[in-house]
């Protein structure tokens, strides 16, 4: 019987992602790579990063981060390749590109309105004195 709870025991020891809970013996690589992976949105738990969420896809997105600082890649290839692969959600700093310009355009606009319009009230408040 215990013969054949060994290699069930063997099976749970492998993981499929070896640093997503081990750290990286290099601490400047580590710190790069824990920088970029503070960066990074769960896309199980999305409201925290892969640093701080306990999700099965967060502990493979800090391996693969953490695999592919050791090998040599920068956080922006390695940020690149995961918006490649997930969209630009993966990221809390998304990119600015034809789809995205909106999202960072409309808030600017609405101040510029609203500054005028304040403007505009006070400067006429001013008059009617």
């Not at 063997?10 to 997503?20: F, G, K, M, R």
């Not at 949105?41 to 701080?52: N, P």
């Amino acid at each position: 019987m215990l013969a054949l709870a060994a290699p069930v025991c063997a099976q749970e020891e492998q993981s499929t992602a070896p640093y997503a809970y081990r750290q990286l013996s290099d601490p400047a690589k580590e710190a790069r790579a824990q920088d970029l992976m503070e960066t990074l949105r769960c896309l199980q738990c999305q409201g925290q990063s892969i640093a701080d969420s306990d999700a099965p896809i967060a502990g493979s997105m800090r391996s693969l981060v953490r695999e592919r600082i050791a090998a040599g890649e920068t956080p922006e290839q390695i940020r690149a390749w995961l918006i490649e692969r997930y969209g630009d959600y993966v990221s809390y700093a998304p990119q600015l590109t034809g789809l995205t310009w909106p999202l960072f355009a409309v808030p600017l606009v609405l101040v510029l309105l609203a500054v005028l319009l304040l403007r505009r009230r006070f400067s006429n408040k001013g008059r009617a004195a």
